[in-house]
């Protein structure tokens, strides 16, 4: 449970980061890119190896991550334009609820199967990132809800006024496809942890493989970061790269011991907890430090939240 708490708490802090990054009004996109670039080189001096090794990485390890570098990225870009068309609390709902995706994977493919216990947490989950995610609930919390449940790598605070329902079936649509994107990261993290993490026939350092994954999302971070300057003008100020750093050495925190305490920990445990645990944690650091207001269901939702970590982790 220690790797699992260290992941949580990283991910907190990262929702923390982009809180006060919002109130500088820093380019999103590009503080995504310097994050992503942080992470990479602290992948790359941590793995620990020849460079030239990097060259005889096994192509399913090397697909894996770059898979995920796109999902990364990708999901940011589904999460922006699904709260344009839906609003944030579906958005942050539809993101969060893709837990399911890896706990049946898991079940489906490695036969690791939610006890009656895990079984009621798992539910109870599900049910306290529904009224966590109503309009009104913390934007902390729905910051925390979007992240992807191995990194929080897409925390845009994009808070704000939800403009309710999606209003054409092009929102409903963004909302499956994010659904399926948030869940497809667990996914390929935990099938890089059964094929190439530690114990497996060709092990392969977590650094090695977070390498390749921060960098491909950082190539496709900063492309757009150029293209946007290119077409616009306007380039990111010298406060995005302390704040990029900064977020970056958090971010790869969050992935790496989110990848350790997968390999220790069971699916049906480690997904819903580590999401559960996150939205819990926002949603309360909401309310103490920045004063942000709960309605009704989002306190129902953190009694909730509370119960389903209690049975998950017992």
Do not use: H
Not at 127 to 149: I, K
Not at 219 to 247: I, Q, S
């Amino acid at each position: 449970m220690g790797f699992l708490a260290l992941a949580v708490a990283c991910s907190l802090g990262i929702a923390v980061v982009f809180k006060l990054a919002e109130r500088r009004d820093l380019d999103r996109t590009a503080l995504l890119a310097v994050n992503y670039a942080a992470a990479a080189a602290l992948a790359l001096a941590l793995q620990g190896a020849d460079p030239a090794a990097l060259a005889r990485v096994a192509p399913g390890a090397v697909g894996l991550g770059v898979a995920q570098g796109v999902l990364f990225i990708g999901g940011f870009w589904l999460f922006s334009k699904a709260i344009r068309e839906a609003g944030v609390g579906l958005a942050a709902g539809a993101m969060r609820l893709s837990v399911v995706d890896p706990v049946v994977v898991s079940w489906a493919v490695w036969g690791e199967a939610p006890t009656v216990w895990q079984g009621l947490g798992l539910a109870l989950a599900g049910a306290a990132f529904v009224l966590l995610a109503r309009p009104g609930g913390s934007p902390a919390a729905a910051v925390a809800a979007e992240a992807p449940a191995a990194t929080a790598v897409a925390a845009t605070a994009v808070a704000g006024t939800d403009p309710g329902p999606p209003q054409r079936s092009g929102g409903v649509l963004l909302l499956g496809f994010l659904f399926l994107s948030g869940g497809l990261v667990d996914v390929v993290m935990k099938a890089f942890q059964k094929g190439f993490g530690e114990g497996s026939a060709a092990p392969l350092p977590t650094p090695t493989f977070l390498l390749f994954v921060f960098g491909v999302a950082f190539a496709v971070g900063a492309a757009a970061v150029v293209a946007t300057g290119v077409r616009t003008g306007r380039w990111p100020g010298p406060d995005v790269a302390l704040w990029g750093v900064g977020l970056g050495v958090i971010n790869y925190g969050s992935a790496d011991f989110f990848v350790r305490a997968i390999s220790a920990l069971p699916a049906p445990v480690a997904f819903p907890l580590n999401s559960v645990s996150i939205v819990l944690g926002a949603a309360l650091i909401g309310r103490l430090v920045w004063g942000e207001r709960l309605s009704r269901a989002n306190a129902a939702g953190l009694g909730l939240a509370a119960v389903a970590v209690a049975l998950l982790a017992g």
